[in-house]
């Protein structure tokens, strides 16, 4: 399978900006915090995030320094799994379109977005009752 490859948005891109050329260092987040899209990614970092009440049991997802590599090529991929919590939902949540990291568990700032690989039927991934989402190491590349 190829990697899901994604870029930084707005905001990332303009605290680049800022430490490059007004010398003002952006305050990085100790964690990230993986979430799902329903629609497709957004250079301006305002998908449409899934939401707990049409998709029980959904939370973005910790990934600290241990889940990445480090970058080389412009390009860091995740070191380790990234597991979102179960459907405990008894019909399968609305399809994500696309992976977002974020500041913060719950609202914040985007930092980067990926449009998700098709599941079989092209449609996106979906999430079964009782099933997870899941990606294997080295399934997210984002590249700078």
Not at 18 to 25: E, F, I, N, R, Y
Request: proline share 12%; net charge negative.
């Amino acid at each position: 399978m190829l990697p899901i490859v994604g870029f930084f948005t707005d905001f990332a891109k303009d605290a680049g900006n800022d430490l490059w050329h007004q010398g003002t260092a952006p305050t990085p987040p100790p964690t990230l915090y993986l979430g799902l899209s329903t629609g497709d990614p957004l250079r301006s970092g305002a998908p449409a995030e899934l939401d707990p009440a049409p998709a029980p049991g959904y939370a973005r997802v910790a990934a600290g320094a241990a889940s990445w590599s480090t970058s080389g090529g412009a390009l860091v991929t995740n070191a380790a799994a990234i597991t979102f919590p179960g459907n405990t939902a008894g019909a399968p949540w609305p399809t994500a379109y696309s992976l977002l990291a974020a500041d913060a568990p719950t609202g914040g700032n985007v930092l980067w977005a990926a449009r998700l690989t098709p599941d079989p039927s092209g449609l996106g991934q979906s999430c079964a009752p009782g099933k997870a989402i899941a990606f294997a190491p080295g399934a997210i590349a984002i590249q700078a």
